[in-house]
């Protein structure tokens, strides 16, 4: 039962402040608390700690993860996009144009085992994070272009 009231507790917290941001639409969002109001957002999933600043634009972007994802100011996201930050940060700076089909993954597979399969997840139960290895935070400056699958 508690856990029920706490689902409809977010539910509202989240639709409440949903209702107050002007350029929200079909999207799926956790929390809007780190989310400008004058940012633009279309057909967007984002789960976890994000961060996006004034007047960015994204449309169809997937951003999710354990570690925080921060969208620089007057950056345009045009989708379908994937960024996902498992163990260190992803951050785009501002004016970054980043064009259809681009993926972003921090995370790896530790290709330096056996084998690169999930093993102590799977087999052991340990968090999924002891599989994974990163290179570090990833960082795009400001005023960088991606092109479509790049």
């Not at 109001?37 to 600043?53: F, L």
């Not at 960015?56 to 996902?84: A, D, K, N, Q």
């Not at 990163?134 to 795009?140: E, M, N, W």
């Amino acid at each position: 039962m508690l856990n029920m009231l706490r689902h409809l507790w977010r539910f509202y917290r989240c639709n409440r402040k949903r209702l107050r941001h002007p350029y929200l639409s079909n999207t799926s969002i956790g929390d809007l608390e780190s989310v400008s109001p004058t940012a633009r957002i279309t057909n967007c999933k984002i789960d976890g700690e994000v961060s996006i600043s004034d007047h960015c634009v994204l449309e169809e972007c997937r951003l999710c993860g354990g570690s925080r994802v921060t969208i620089g100011r007057r950056s345009i996201l045009s989708g379908p996009i994937s960024i996902v930050a498992e163990l260190n940060s992803v951050t785009i700076g501002a004016f970054c144009s980043i064009a259809p089909h681009v993926e972003i993954w921090e995370p790896l597979h530790d290709h330096r085992r056996i084998s690169t399969y999930f093993m102590r997840t799977a087999f052991f139960g340990e968090s999924y994070k002891n599989d994974m290895v990163s290179s570090g935070a990833v960082q795009i400056g400001n005023d960088v272009w991606i092109g479509t699958r790049a």
